[in-house]
């Protein structure tokens, strides 16, 4: 299916198209563009402030100026143009490698798997966490959520999330029973 995605701040749903339809994306799984979280102000119920400075180094800018390209090539082929109607977005009018560029830049979004806020690692002026999902600096306070990735996985991210929570759920309760 196709769709309209929802408008942020509305809680509008996702609305389907009428007519049956495809769409063909690219997910760089490497980006070198980082973003930030931070805290807004001391009330903990105010949602934080999260940039994700998205297509912002030349490398990132590439891959998708690239990737727009081939998308447009792969749909011009025999095989798909046998399938193909007309193309809904960005539709025809669309051409060139800055168009395409404008429009993944109005269009794309996160596929739902922002990790890494709260990063793992040995530094703790690099990270939040040690191999064990302990905070450093501090005692007996874990973070055990897909925010310790040290990178987006390539898939998807739940699956990765209940396996290092089975693995910290063990370590949890070693350090309770003193193993
Ligand atoms: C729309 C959507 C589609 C997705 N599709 C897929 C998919 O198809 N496949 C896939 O593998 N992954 C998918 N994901 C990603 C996957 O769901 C997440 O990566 C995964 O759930 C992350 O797990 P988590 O435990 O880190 O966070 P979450 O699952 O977000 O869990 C956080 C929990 O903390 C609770 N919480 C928040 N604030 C507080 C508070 N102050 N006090 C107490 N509790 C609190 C929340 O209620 C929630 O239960 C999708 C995500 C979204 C949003």
Known sequence: MT?????????QLLKPDAEPGFSISVQPCRPTSRGFIEIKDAD???PPRIVTNALSTDYDVDQMRKAALFIRRFSQTPTMQALIVREIAPGPSCQGEDALLQDARERAGTLFHPVSTCRMGADPAQSVVNARLQVHGLQGLRVVDASVFPMVTSGNTNAPTLMLAERAADWILAAAQGR
């Not at 769709?3 to 809680?11: A, D, F, L």
């Open 44 to 46: 903990p119920r105010t």
């Open 3 to 11: 769709y309209s995605k929802p408008t942020p701040g509305k809680r």
